[in-house]
């Protein structure tokens, strides 16, 4: 690994946020909101080191939906983990289009609230991050208690909360400071297969009353077709992007969509790609 | 209230009975077991000449200062030992050993070397209350979750807003499982020193009883340490009530 070692955020390298590179062979209608090029990450271990993520390049565009799929052990997190600023690309670099510290918005595989904090106070944690007026933090919370449909448990402790209803909450705290981007890593991993199936209903909702640019790990053939735009298929560790898929399925998708023949067309093809 | 105080109430009234009726019955003389009735004499005595007061007064102050300093000490090493691992191997060997000393051991040189004053009586309170806050402070930190670090951490947190949002509410209730030892054992810190050498405290009022052949006055100074452990004690209890509501169910 003889790369030069590189992580561009936006904005340091490029002040007056410089075009972004053409150098795909599609033709895009918008400019990208993220590039990221050549992603690389290397972790530390006795034997040399473990490769997680190789030459992971592509572009994401605003308001895009895009789910990362792979087998276990494809550095899927690792990628979103390096795109929230959580670790540093060994390397490679992604910038975002506006040329400044991106926002981020992260969901975790597991809700990750504090249980200390009530529901209300749990989802204006960013914002109090953020030093913003209490009562401000509050209204926005209360609006977005609404979006995901919890009135009523405001002052609830996590620990009365169901697993669906804890994943909401976390919904909500990644959404409430409003970030360039959202990163979903398997949200829905732990919960029922039901539950399971009407949050990604809830969250179809969501993501297009927001408006939000969205990247979300899953190895659910399933939740990406009903979610995504894209779906990027990853090869086994290390993680390489195999596969680039648009979903050209309808929306609003309902339920039924998955006993549509184009549904069924795309789910094996995405399983073949899988291993 | 009535029902959860009714039993403690009842087996404290049945034990001052047979308390009472031993004494008169058995013979004891008084000086090696006062009755009940007598101690209670020797109370209401010992705080209307005043003494009883001034000398609790005198043992609580080392017993706040002593418990305050402690805490303290042991709070801000603990978390540094918690971030730290490197210097938790270099320190601990020490800090396990400080331990091992008994602290009745080494008490009378730290009266010799910080002389006979309130001072000496806040160290030996103080360490032996540094302890057991320690240990907890450094479980408490360390068990907090890696993924509420990640959380701050991608909405770039600062250090303090970490410390303040995460770490202190996290770790609070083993913490305050330390405080709670550390309350207790304070009383015995601040006592052992006083019986080392003292001209005041509670300490000194019963080792006076003790050699004046005083043993009402002795049980008295007894149940008085007994009365500061529990409030103490209580205090703690409050501040887990207040601070942990998340917890019980």
Redesign the interface.
């Known amino acids: 690994m003889g790369e030069a070692i590189s992580c561009q955020l936006a904005g340091i390298a490029s002040p007056g946020g410089a075009p972004p590179r053409n150098d795909t062979n599609k033709t895009m209608s918008h400019t990208p909101i993220l590039t990221i090029r050549n992603l690389s990450t290397v972790f530390p271990d006795e034997n040399g080191g473990l490769r997680a993520l190789r030459d992971v390049t592509f572009d994401v565009h605003p308001r895009e939906f895009i789910c990362v799929l792979g087998p276990s052990g494809s550095g899927k997190t690792t990628l979103l983990r390096i795109l929230a600023g959580l670790i540093k690309p060994t390397s490679g670099s992604f910038k975002f289009g506006h040329g400044e510290q991106p926002s981020t918005g992260m969901v975790f595989q597991q809700a990750n609230l504090m249980p200390w904090r009530t529901v209300i106070e749990n989802i204006k944690l960013p914002l109090e991050v953020k030093n913003i007026n209490d009562a401000v933090a509050r209204a926005k919370a209360r609006e977005m208690i609404e979006l995901v449909g919890l009135q009523g448990f405001e002052d609830s402790l996590p620990r009365d909360l169901s697993g669906g209803m804890a994943q909401r909450v976390a919904i909500a705290r990644a959404l409430i400071h409003d970030p360039d981007l959202l990163l979903l890593d398997e949200p829905f991993g732990s919960l029922d297969a039901l539950t399971r199936e009407r949050m990604w209903t809830e969250l179809s909702r969501i993501w297009q009353a927001r408006q939000k640019t969205v990247i979300m790990v899953t190895h659910s053939i399933n939740e990406s077709l009903f979610l995504a735009d894209r779906v990027l298929v990853l090869t086994q560790r290390p993680g390489k992007i195999k596969m680039d898929v648009e979903v050209d399925l309808p929306r609003p998708r309902k339920d039924d969509i998955r006993y549509t023949p184009h549904f069924g067309k795309l789910a094996r093809k995405l399983r073949e790609a899988i291993e | 209230m009535i029902k959860r105080f009714l039993p403690i109430l009842l087996s404290t009234l049945a034990f001052l009975l047979g308390w009472q009726l031993l004494t008169r019955y058995s013979g004891i003389p008084n000086f090696i077991l006062p009755s009940p009735l007598s101690v209670w004499t020797r109370f209401i005595k010992a705080v209307q000449d005043g003494s009883l007061p001034y000398h609790t007064w005198i043992t609580l102050t080392e017993i706040v200062l002593g418990l305050l300093t402690g805490v303290l000490f042991a709070t801000i090493i603990g978390y540094i030992l918690a971030k730290s691992r490197t210097l938790e191997k270099v320190l601990s060997p020490y800090l396990v050993a400080s331990q091992a000393i008994p602290v009745v051991a080494i008490a009378p040189l730290l009266v010799i070397w910080l002389k006979d004053g309130i001072l000496s009586k806040v160290v030996i309170c103080a360490l032996i209350v540094f302890f057991p806050v320690l240990v907890n402070t450094i479980v408490g930190v360390r068990a907090v979750?890696t993924?509420?670090y990640?959380?701050?951490?991608?909405?770039?947190?600062t250090r303090a807003?970490i410390l303040w949002?995460?770490e202190v509410?996290?770790s609070?209730p083993v913490f305050l499982g330390g405080l709670r030892i550390g309350a207790t054992l304070s009383v015995i810190g601040a006592i052992v020193g006083e019986l080392v050498d003292a001209e005041e405290g509670l300490g000194f009022l019963l080792q006076l009883g003790d050699f004046q052949y005083d043993t009402p006055m002795v049980f008295v100074a007894v149940f008085t340490l007994i009365a500061l452990a529990l409030i103490l004690y209580g205090i703690v209890r409050l501040l887990e009530n207040r601070f942990l509501k998340?917890?019980n169910?």
């Open positions: 979750p993924a509420l990640d959380l701050m951490n991608s909405l770039h947190a807003q949002k995460v509410p996290a609070l998340w917890q169910k």
